[in-house]
């Protein structure tokens, strides 16, 4: 071989266009498999914000007919919208804080101690999770009617209750299953009691899975129609109003709250996400 056929470049294959989109597709499958299962999820939620902005002519939100912000500045001004708004808003906050609380209690009792009937509590944790929510509605107006209840705001939040208790269980005990006891032995060897390592060991540990169990029950409460249709009497939470206005009218104001819903709901997300990286960092 001569030194100048070494010295020459090897050639280039030349590849056709479906073999360089293949060669692309085959590298980054798992990126456009990802783009697209988000696109996915993401376009009935984009569809939901961009017809906030629409500007129907009739009674429907169902095409697009101009953009505005009037849907926005007058955001109540759909004659029974505001009410239940507050409604669930109120229903999920009492919800979510009694849920979490009691799920967390619940969640120290099952991973830390040996007790009778563990398993069998086990078990009634996770049957709210798989039992359909058209059972669990049923089941619940059966039970008001039997003891006379009446229903209406305490109905729709004992049912509320009830079946966050299990989210926030799950959330809750999947944190303290890694959990390093030590910690807590290391603070009671320096004087401190079973209140205080709670206090100031176990509490900021396990904080973050508290919130995210409160995040997640306030979701799950404040989107809630099955159950809460069955048990609301004559009262009428947002889901509802939805439901019973999809009949005669879909206002694009209905768009509106959900748009708002969502930005917090993800900002509040985003927050918890933040504020732990900033503790991992500290640590």
């Known amino acids: ?16 266009p479906l073999a360089r989109a293949w060669a692309f597709a085959r590298h980054h499958l798992l990126s456009l498999y990802s783009l ?16 906030s902005f629409n500007n129907p002519k009739g009674r429907f939100n169902y095409t697009w007919q101009g953009f505005t912000f009037k849907n ?24 979510s804080l009694v ?14 101690y040996r007790f009778r009937g563990r398993g069998a509590t086990n078990l009634l944790v996770f049957l709210p999770l798989s039992t359909p929510e058209i059972v669990l509605g049923a089941s619940l107006l059966t039970l008001f009617l039997q003891v006379k209840f009446a229903l209406g705001f305490i109905s729709i939040l004992i049912a509320h209750i009830m079946f966050c208790i299990s989210f926030a269980v799950v959330t809750v005990k ?29 509490l900021p540990l396990i904080a973050p899975a508290i ?14 129609f099955v159950v809460t249709y069955f048990n609301a009497g004559n009262r009428v939470t947002f889901p509802i109003f939805v439901w019973g206005a999809a009949r005669v009218a879909t206002p694009p104001q209905i768009n509106v709250i959900g748009t708002a819903i ?11 996400v933040i504020l732990q990286r900033r503790r991992e ?3």
Not at 3 to 13: K, Q
Not at 216 to 223: K, V, Y
């Open 1 to 16: 071989m001569t030194t100048v056929e070494a010295t020459l470049p090897a050639p280039r294959s030349r590849l056709g």
């Open 36 to 51: 697209l299962f988000f696109a996915y999820l993401l376009l009935p939620i984009g569809v939901v914000i961009a017809f």
């Open 72 to 95: 926005w500045s007058q955001w109540n001004g759909v004659p029974g919208l505001t009410s239940a708004l507050w409604l669930s808003l109120e229903i999920a906050l009492v919800a």
């Open 99 to 112: 849920a979490t609380v009691l799920g967390t209690l619940v969640a120290l009792a099952l991973v830390r």
């Open 174 to 202: 999947a944190r303290l299953i890694g959990f390093d006891r030590h910690l807590e032995e290391a603070a009671m060897d320096l004087g401190a009691n079973e209140w205080t390592t709670f206090q100031k060991v176990t």
């Open 211 to 224: 919130l995210a169990a409160l995040l997640l029950c306030f979701a799950i409460s404040i989107d809630d």
């Open 262 to 272: 969502f930005v917090v709901a993800v900002t509040a997300m985003l927050g918890n």
């Open 281 to 283: 960092v500290r640590a």
